[in-house]
């Protein structure tokens, strides 16, 4: 193993350390806003434009505090491996149980069931809880 990679493990597992230590700290303060993001590889132009649309129906979620849909952007940066996705959403919420209620509600599951096809591989997503009101 070069020392690049041992560099980056290292870093990784700092990093898993220091969100699970503030997942637990978060998740005891429900004074914490949870931010859901998800990010999307769409197939083609077509499809990233079929996707924002069904995406910008989330906004008649009542559950949602913050919808925001947002293009990525190639800036050449080398710590950019989501480059190729195309399409990131950033969904607010103002406790875990408003996300759960998110997840089952019929938009979004009309959305997952609308958008599958596409995509170019699985969408990634990332939670987390943030300090601010």
Known sequence: MNNS???LLLLLV??????????TSASSDRSNQLVHMVFFKP?????????????????TIDVIR????????????????????????????ANLAKFRVYEKH???LASIEATKDLMASPPMGYDYYTNNE
Do not use: M
């Open 14 to 23: 700092g990093s898993l350390s220091t969100v699970a230590q503030n997942r």
């Open 66 to 93: 913050n919808v925001q849909i947002g293009l990525g952007e190639d800036t050449n940066n080398p710590k950019g491996f989501l480059s190729d996705y195309s399409v990131v959403l950033q969904l607010t919420f």
């Open 106 to 108: 019929p938009v979004h």
């Open 5 to 7: 990679a041992i560099l």
């Open 43 to 59: 197939k083609s132009e077509a499809a990233k434009q079929r996707l924002i649309k069904s995406l910008e129906t989330f906004r």
